[in-house]
């Protein structure tokens, strides 16, 4: 794990709590200078580690956190932590892939206790997989994810969302040979 310098120069981060060999997945810069990072463990286990205060100037100590699980478990927090969003309240959104190909959106607590699971919606699900390409969440704490569900509209094949420092929703769409970017206001 590598952090990019504002003199364009790399600088390794010595991660002390990571001996064994870990697969990154997914990476998240939240609002509090935080970088949250999803992991596997090669099918034996996977989760989040948190990396607070890193590159910060003012003389802060930077401290790590590590939330993992045995994926086998049924009390598993994450099987394939795909795509990392964080709310307001400091809470942690993953869209987790599923062994089974499903996903789900899990949200944990800053300690990692869970709060809520999210699968999909029964009567819209039960034909499609419930299967979220990209997860964002707005400033009043509502989850937004992206999926390929949109039907009759302009915005095909979506794979990622964000917001906008004016608050509007960024859709970013890939389709064979273009990219386009969708930029909507949401009405909440």
Not at 30 to 50: D, H, L, M
Not at 64 to 77: G, N, P, T
């Amino acid at each position: 794990m590598r952090l990019l310098q504002s003199t364009g120069t790399f600088k390794t981060l010595s991660v002390p709590f990571i001996r064994d060999e870990i697969k990154y997945t997914c990476i998240h810069s939240s609002n509090r200078n935080e970088i949250i990072v999803g992991f596997t463990n090669y099918g034996v286990s996977a989760g989040i580690v948190e990396l607070c205060n890193i590159g910060c100037r003012y003389g802060i100590d930077k401290t790590m956190r590590r939330v993992e699980c045995d994926i086998e478990s049924d009390k598993a927090l994450f099987q394939l932590p795909e795509k990392i969003s964080t709310i307001s309240n400091g809470f942690i959104c993953v869209i987790d892939r599923l062994k089974s190909g499903k996903s789900r959106v899990v949200v944990i607590g800053k300690w990692g206790e869970p709060k809520w699971t999210y699968s999909g919606y029964p009567s819209i699900n039960s034909v499609i997989e419930f299967s979220p390409n990209d997860i964002t969440t707005t400033s009043s704490g509502l989850v937004q994810f992206i999926c390929n569900l949109i039907s009759g509209s302009v915005i095909t094949n979506p794979v990622s969302i964000c917001f906008d420092k004016k608050g509007q929703l960024m859709i970013g769409c890939a389709e064979p040979k273009k990219t386009k970017l969708h930029i909507v206001n949401l009405m909440v």
